[in-house]
């Protein structure tokens, strides 16, 4: 049983086995220590996994930017099968992609060690094959949320990153839907809007506590209904989302994680396009790809903590991805 706060002295230290983190008590209460440094070779790495310049098949391509500087996607390997419309998420070592679709539905996982440049290797399976998916993670714990199997659904899927293996029950979203996007905090994860095609689309935003299981809860509201990419972006303290599916193409908007409540306007990309995919290493908000309604091969950015519009990045290697997963070794949920 732990001490009571008055008990606890100044500057004590323990390790969270929830988070895998390292805190120390500051007098009022528990902080996480950061020990880790995702530089590699100039500072977080981001990945783009899959996605596809086919309407009618998935791809296998992985490719890499390095966050803190601009520039085109560098190719990093390929996934152990094609696949779109997939999740990603990442630990600070790992990034994995779930699901997806080529031809049929997928329930495959797979991953890959972000600071090496190889082929993925096979991590498990989901609960059942499905498309559409969401994804987010904290150190320890990657979600997959929503998605189409063949319908829309409401399953939450879970894995520990660091191990191999099938992934488990979590629990259920408030509503049936795919095509939701997801961030996360260390803490909470969020998986913002969505559609049960063909005719219903979401302003609602869900969310779940990390490390422990079972249903979602209303978090607020996007300012729109809209599917939205499968990937957002994020720091510690903001949930980011772009990529719509319909107007307003060009929207960017954050919610506030430590708060419940709506999401606020952030600024424009600088065209509009649809299931665009997102990644961050906290400072920066980076989407690539996406249709507009071509296929397109284009990166913009934002700073995190400010809001206005996205300037240009650079470009993927592959024209279109109809909705690669992206993920990084430094979002906001490490």
């Given at each position: 049983m732990s001490l009571p706060p008055k008990e606890i002295p100044?500057?004590?230290?323990?390790?969270?086995?929830?988070?895998?983190?390292?805190?120390?008590?500051?007098?009022?209460?528990?902080?996480?220590?950061?020990?880790?440094?995702?530089?590699?070779?100039?500072?977080a790495r981001g990945l783009f996994m899959g996605g596809s310049p086919s309407p009618t098949s998935g791809g296998d391509t992985i490719e890499y930017i390095?966050?803190?500087?601009?520039?085109?996607?560098?190719?990093?390997?390929n996934l152990i099968?094609?696949?779109?419309?997939?999740?990603?998420?990442?630990?600070?070592?790992?990034?994995?992609?779930?699901?997806?679709?080529?031809?049929?539905?997928?329930?495959?996982?797979?991953?890959?060690?972000?600071?090496?440049?190889?082929?993925?290797?096979?991590?498990?399976?989901?609960?059942?094959?499905?498309?559409?998916?969401?994804?987010?993670?904290?150190q320890t714990r990657g979600i997959v949320a929503g998605g189409r199997a063949p319908n829309e659904t409401d399953r939450i899927d879970y894995v520990t990153i660091a191990s191999t293996g099938n992934a488990k029950d979590f629990g259920n979203l408030t509503v049936s839907k795919s095509n939701t996007s997801g961030t996360a905090s260390s803490t909470r994860a969020l998986f913002a809007g969505g559609a049960d095609w063909p005719s219903t689309f979401f302003k609602s935003t869900d969310?779940?506590?990390?490390?422990?299981?079972?249903?979602a809860f209303d978090f607020g509201d996007l300012t729109t209904s809209s599917a939205v990419a499968s990937t957002g972006a994020s720091s510690s303290t903001r949930g980011l989302y772009s990529g719509w599916s319909q107007s307003p193409y060009k929207r960017i908007e954050y919610f506030t994680f430590a708060s419940k409540g709506n999401a606020i306007i952030f600024g424009?990309?600088?065209?509009?396009?649809?299931?665009?995919?997102?990644l961050s290493d906290c400072i920066r908000g980076v989407w690539g790809g996406g249709q507009t309604p071509a296929t397109t091969n284009t990166i913009e950015y934002i700073t995190i903590a400010t809001t206005g519009n996205a300037t240009d990045f650079g470009d993927l290697t592959t024209v279109g991805h109809y909705s690669a997963g992206g993920c990084s070794n430094g979002h906001g949920g490490l």
């Open positions: 100044l500057g004590a230290m323990r390790f969270n086995s929830d988070f895998q983190k390292l805190e120390y008590f500051n007098g009022d209460i528990w902080m996480q220590v950061h020990t880790f440094s995702p530089d590699l070779n100039g500072g390095t966050i803190p500087s601009a520039g085109n996607g560098t190719d990093f390997g099968g094609h696949s779109k419309y997939l999740g990603a998420f990442a630990s600070n070592t790992r990034g994995v992609a779930a699901g997806g679709e080529s031809g049929s539905n997928k329930d495959t996982i797979d991953y890959v060690t972000i600071a090496s440049t190889v082929n993925s290797q096979d991590f498990g399976n989901l609960q059942g094959a499905i498309t559409y998916v969401s994804a987010a993670s904290n969310f779940v506590t990390i490390a422990t299981t079972g249903n424009d990309l600088t065209s509009g396009v649809g299931w665009a995919s997102g």
